[in-house]
């Protein structure tokens, strides 16, 4: 029997809402390819934006070798970000989550739309308005966090909230896979990471997703976030817990459990 896309979309996006872990999906069918993969990611996107919300970026995972030994997937994976996603303050209301985890991240706005299947890194930081300090905030909707390459895909690639610097850089000015990042959880260090962790490009990393959406007929939009993936580890994000990712070349950011 084929895979109902949209059923389990809503497996998925009913255990974000009730905050509860659920089963993979990959134990509860014969197989799973990244295809049907992909294709409840994009039924769970189409629940989200029938209910309001609007699609405002896109997002890259397990593009950094720390975070591909973390979850034991090898693979890079892209999802979406719709205004939901972004937090408006440093607070992430852990109210609203299961167990969430934060991991810093470098972030592209675009001045452009980006599509086709041969775009490059070049072509990415022409396109790119901004290049900005992130943190994002995981939430896997598995039990323990656990999953595989398709699991994780359906499920919007952990997605769940973004923290954004207030400002960033012009893509030009500095070298990416030079730029630095420190990042800390209640003052203490749990990683670093230059830019060339992830894929040995972060515009790369964004000229990558690029090619995948064209596989889908889909494209980046001028306006939109993109976030290329975590730099270093991610670390679970406990009430009043600060988590802080410095960069050498852009602002601070912070992200507070709350
Ligand atoms: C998957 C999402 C990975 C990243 O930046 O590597 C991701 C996960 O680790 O749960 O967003
Ligand atoms: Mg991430």
């Known amino acids: 029997m084929g895979i109902d896309h949209r059923e ?6 009913d255990a974000a809402d009730r905050r509860v872990e659920v089963n993979p999906i990959t134990v509860q069918v014969d197989h799973l390819s990244t295809d049907d993969a992909y294709a409840i ?3 769970l996107l189409e629940l989200r934006l029938a209910r309001g919300e609007v699609l405002v970026g896109a997002k890259l995972g397990l593009t950094s070798r720390a975070k591909q030994e973390q979850m034991g997937v090898t693979e890079p994976v892209y999802g ?6 972004i937090l408006a303050t440093d607070d ?3 109210d609203q989550l ?4 934060v991991e810093p991240e470098i972030v592209f706005t675009l001045a452009e739309d980006l599509s086709g299947p041969d ?8 396109a790119s308005g901004e290049v900005l300090g992130g943190i994002e905030v995981i939430d896997s909707r598995y039990e323990a966090f656990k999953f595989t390459l398709a699991d994780v895909i359906a499920d919007n690639t952990s997605g769940a909230r973004v923290r954004l610097a207030s400002s960033g850089m012009a893509p030009g000015s500095a070298d990416l896979t030079t730029l630095g990042c420190s990042f800390d959880l209640d003052g ?11 894929l040995g490009d972060p515009a790369g990393c964004v000229a990558l997703l690029v090619r995948h959406l064209d596989r889908y007929g889909r494209k980046l939009e001028a306006g939109w976030t993109v976030l290329a993936g975590a730099l270093t580890d ?25």
């Open 188 to 198: 203490v260090v749990t990683g670093t990471a230059t830019g060339a962790a992830l």
């Open 119 to 126: 775009v490059t890194a070049a072509d990415v930081l022409h």
């Open 80 to 85: 979406w970000l719709t205004d939901r996603t």
């Open 41 to 43: 990611q994009a039924a």
């Open 8 to 13: 389990w979309a809503a497996y998925l996006l």
């Open 234 to 258: 991610a670390r679970p994000l406990a009430a009043g817990a600060v988590a802080r990712a410095r960069y050498s070349h852009l602002a601070t950011v912070t992200a507070i459990g709350a």
């Open 98 to 101: 299961i167990h969430p985890r």
């Open 92 to 94: 992430v209301p852990l």
